[in-house]
T-cell receptor, first 108, second 114 residues
Framework: KNEVEQSPQNLTAQEGEFITINCSYS?????LHWLQQHPGGGIVSLFM???GKKKHGRLIATINIQEKHSSLHITASHPRDSAVYIC??????????FGSGTQLTVLP | DVKVTQSSRYLVKRTGEKVFLECVQD?????MFWYRQDPGLGLRLIYF???????EKGDIPEGYSVSREKKERFSLILESASTNQTSMYLC?????????????FGQGTRLTVV
């Protein structure tokens, strides 16, 4: 079993829809990251959180430490949100452990 | 304002060649990482370094080596490239062992070994 599980693997939505991507992890962590990867490969850090909730524009990330679960929400989705979204956790070690990613496609 | 730069976006190399992938960061980060990304497998850690001349193996170090002679530069070396090393390679950097410090990624190098 992977230490970090994401769902769904693939998600297609219509423009304007509310989107949720889930991440569950099985180890104790010091921080959880949500990353975005556009076609072409570059990865951008969206959020880094260790508790509660963070919001940036139309993106919201939440984490429940007790349940070892995090969600990434996108409100009023847009085709430019189409990308791979990756959850990653940092435990006691210096490195990140990654989920396999969620491919999001938002149709106009 | 590019912060982590990888030397090439695309590379095509022949089996058996020695391949160098370079990564430079301008944020004075102590930690630097090399990952490979394959469909269905996500990002997997090859090697990382938390200081100049220091290196540690990640999850899949076989067939790779690294060099960190200067703080800003971390090189990944494929000693004798093989077709199963065809992949997307991503470099990242972060401050030393700070859980809340985010990681910055390069744009990736797509390597094809023929």
């Amino acid at each position: 079993k992977n230490e970090v599980e994401q769902s769904p693997q693939n998600l297609t939505a219509q423009e304007g829809e509310f989107i949720t991507i889930n991440c569950s992890y099985s180890v104790g962590i010091s921080a959880l990251h949500w990353l975005q990867q556009h076609p072409g490969g570059g990865i951008v850090s969206l959020f880094m959180l260790s508790s509660g909730k963070k919001k940036h524009g139309r993106l919201i990330a939440t984490i429940n430490i007790q349940e070892k679960h995090s969600s990434l929400h996108i409100t009023a989705s847009h085709p430019r949100d189409s990308a791979v979204y990756i959850c990653a956790v940092r435990g006691a070690a210096r490195q990140l452990t990654f989920g396999s990613g969620t491919q999001l496609t938002v149709l106009p | 304002d590019v912060k982590v730069t990888q030397s090439s976006r695309y590379l095509v190399k022949r089996t058996g060649e020695k391949v160098f992938l370079e990564c430079v960061q301008d944020m004075d980060h102590e930690n630097m990482f090399w990952y490979r990304q394959d469909p269905g497998l996500g990002l997997r850690l090859i090697y990382f370094s938390y200081d100049v001349k220091m290196k540690e193996k990640g999850d899949i170090p076989e067939g790779y080596s690294v060099s960190r002679e200067k703080k800003e530069r971390f090189s990944l070396i494929l000693e004798s490239a093989s077709t199963n090393q065809t992949s997307m390679y991503l470099c990242a950097s972060s401050f030393r062992d700070r859980g809340l410090y985010e990681a910055f990624f390069g744009q990736g190098t797509r390597l094809t070994v023929v």
